[in-house]
């Protein structure tokens, strides 16, 4: 019977190590898609205390969690790692009991960070990486860690995640943009390598000052940039919260406040290009 090769990484932020089992080979994959954050191998921690566990099997990468029902497997690399950074992002948020955690992009405006709540496949991400090839810095393009006390969000460095293939009315410019950045891909996924003036580095915090509600449609003949009700970006921001740790009411004050302070609008686009220079217009 062979031996089990057991591991385990510390990432930077998260208290518990994540246990790695004959899966060693995902440890650069995971490196290349953090930005300037500490990644160390660390000694074996006990299994019975591991948050996070991947193990290599002969069907593929397969991931338990606390955060999971029951395992799930992945047959390509990339995609193991891509799913992984899910739990990475409620192990931060759990070593946190206070913080929100929002599905939404975030990008640094001369008027402060403003957030890009959404659902899957919005193209929020897309559009994120718009604004960083037209100068604004992402904090990020997919989850938003909001702290507890003074609602302020908190740049995770992971590197925005575009889906392939790209749509097909981007520019051939930003098409080059990309390509010179390709930090991790694969026939489903690329992640996005920005330097230091296109993304924040980790644990940077910043008060936010606005948010904008997307409605992607890809029929769209006029893009609209309007002020949205607060009551829908309440609903919006609630549906987005996946810090699910505190009181239900608790986490309601938190959205009422952050939205009282915010200014709110919602985007109607087809054009990512067209709608990032407009926010640029509006905000920077």
Request: hydrophobic share 40%.
């Given at each position: 019977?062979?031996?089990?090769?057991?591991?385990s990484?510390?990432?930077?932020?998260?208290?518990?190590?994540?246990?790695?089992?004959?899966?060693?080979?995902?440890?650069?994959?995971?490196?290349?898609?953090?930005?300037?954050?500490?990644?160390?191998?660390?000694?074996?921690?006990p299994?019975?205390t591991?948050?996070?566990?991947?193990?290599?099997?002969?069907?593929?990468y397969?991931?338990?969690s606390?955060?999971?029902?029951?395992?799930?497997?992945?047959?390509?690399?990339?995609?193991?790692?891509?799913?992984?950074?899910?739990?990475?992002?409620?192990?931060?948020?759990?070593?946190?009991?206070?913080?929100?955690?929002?599905?939404?992009?975030?990008?640094?405006f001369?008027?402060?960070?403003?957030?890009?709540p959404?659902?899957y496949?919005?193209?929020k991400s897309?559009?994120?990486?718009?604004?960083?090839?037209?100068?604004?810095p992402?904090?990020?393009?997919?989850?938003?860690?909001?702290?507890?006390?003074?609602?302020?969000?908190?740049?995770?460095?992971?590197?925005?995640?575009?889906?392939?293939?790209?749509p097909?009315?981007?520019?051939?410019?930003?098409?080059?943009?990309?390509?010179?950045?390709?930090?991790?891909?694969?026939?489903r996924?690329?992640?996005?390598?920005?330097?230091?003036?296109?993304?924040?580095?980790?644990?940077?915090?910043?008060?936010?000052e606005?948010?904008?509600?997307?409605?992607?449609?890809?029929?769209?003949?006029?893009?609209?940039?309007?002020?949205?009700?607060?009551?829908?970006?309440?609903?919006?921001?609630?549906?987005?919260n996946?810090?699910?740790?505190?009181?239900?009411?608790?986490?309601?004050?938190?959205?009422?406040?952050?939205?009282?302070?915010?200014?709110?609008?919602?985007?109607t686009?087809?054009?990512?290009?067209?709608?990032?220079?407009?926010?640029?217009?509006?905000?920077?």
């Amino acid at each position: 019977m062979v031996e089990e090769r057991v591991s385990s990484l510390q990432f930077e932020g998260i208290e518990q190590p994540v246990t790695f089992i004959d899966c060693d080979e995902l440890y650069p994959l995971l490196k290349s898609i953090f930005r300037d954050s500490s990644i160390v191998q660390v000694p074996r921690a006990p299994e019975e205390t591991a948050q996070i566990t991947l193990r290599k099997t002969d069907a593929g990468y397969e991931r338990s969690s606390l955060w999971l029902e029951a395992p799930v497997l992945h047959h390509d690399p990339v995609d193991a790692v891509c799913d992984l950074t899910v739990d990475l992002i409620h192990a931060l948020v759990t070593d946190h009991p206070g913080y929100l955690c929002l599905h939404s992009a975030a990008a640094l405006f001369n008027q402060g960070l403003f957030l890009f709540p959404s659902t899957y496949r919005s193209g929020k991400s897309t559009l994120s990486l718009h604004l960083a090839f037209n100068g604004v810095p992402l904090f990020t393009d997919d989850a938003l860690p909001v702290a507890s006390e003074s609602n302020v969000g908190i740049a995770t460095a992971l590197y925005p995640r575009l889906r392939l293939p790209l749509p097909e009315s981007v520019s051939e410019g930003f098409r080059n943009y990309i390509r010179q950045r390709v930090a991790l891909r694969n026939d489903r996924y690329c992640y996005v390598a920005l330097d230091q003036s296109e993304q924040l580095q980790l644990g940077t915090t910043v008060p936010i000052e606005g948010i904008v509600l997307l409605d992607l449609k890809l029929d769209c003949e006029h893009m609209v940039l309007e002020q949205s009700a607060r009551k829908e970006v309440i609903k919006e921001i609630i549906l987005r919260n996946f810090a699910r740790q505190n009181k239900a009411l608790d986490i309601v004050e938190r959205i009422y406040a952050i939205v009282d302070k915010a200014d709110c609008y919602r985007l109607t686009y087809a054009d990512p290009d067209e709608a990032a220079k407009l926010l640029i217009k509006h905000f920077h």
